[in-house]
């Protein structure tokens, strides 16, 4: 299975070691997985804005495509203003409504406020929820107080969780595999 670990960001460096941490994890507990990272910062983005698809950039025609034909999902994400970035739900609006169905996923944010965990509930999940991911129940917030100056992730505490998520969703992802793809539409 090829498995995205996805920086869904152009600012901040904390979701990227987030996600080289869980990708460790992750092949601790399943190394027959393809992990690969997609890193928003490496692509131009651009506004969907209704033009026809082959009309974008084509860096992020090839990044709507790894997004369209990975099998999972690991999102990361910062806050920024009680949300999620633009550039992720921009990024999201490409998407095929099919395209992520069944597919497990797993979530990382990052914030600059203990308080705002839950936009990966508010407003993270429901989107996921439309596609209709196979969403962990676990996901893991970290604060900047969690990191050393160079983005090290010093937290004990965090560590544990990223593991115990790397653990769920490698089940998610056996799981994912007994379940049809074919069914009848339900919007
Ligand atoms: C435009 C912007 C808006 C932000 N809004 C929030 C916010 O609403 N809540 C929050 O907890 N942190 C907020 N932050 C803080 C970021 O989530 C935090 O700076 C970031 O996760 C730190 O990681 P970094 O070192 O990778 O930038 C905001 C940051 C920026 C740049």
């Known amino acids: 299975m090829k498995i995205l670990l996805v920086d869904g960001t152009v600012l901040g460096r904390k979701t990227g070691a987030i996600l080289k941490q869980v990708q460790t994890y992750i092949e601790q507990y399943d190394p027959n997985l393809q992990l690969e990272l997609l ?26 495509h790894k997004l369209e034909q990975a099998d999972g999902y690991i999102f990361a994400t910062p806050i920024f203003q009680g949300s999620i970035p633009g550039v992720l739900k921009n990024a999201f609006d490409f998407l095929n409504p ?18 705002h965990h839950l936009v990966v509930e508010n407003q993270l999940k429901p989107i996921l929820d439309y596609f209709r991911c196979l969403v962990t129940p676990n996901y893991v917030y970290t604060h900047s107080s969690h990191f050393d100056e160079d983005n090290n992730i010093t937290d004990e505490n965090v560590q544990e969780r990223l593991k115990e998520l790397a653990r769920v969703f490698v089940k998610y992802c056996e799981m994912s595999k007994t379940l049809p793809k074919e069914t009848i539409d339900q919007h």
């Open 39 to 64: 890193t928003f910062a490496d692509y131009k983005h651009e506004i969907v804005d209704g033009r026809p698809f082959d009309q974008y950039n084509e860096g992020l025609q090839q990044m709507i």
């Open 98 to 115: 099919k395209a992520l169905r069944y597919k497990p996923v797993s979530i990382v944010a990052n914030g600059g406020t203990y308080q």
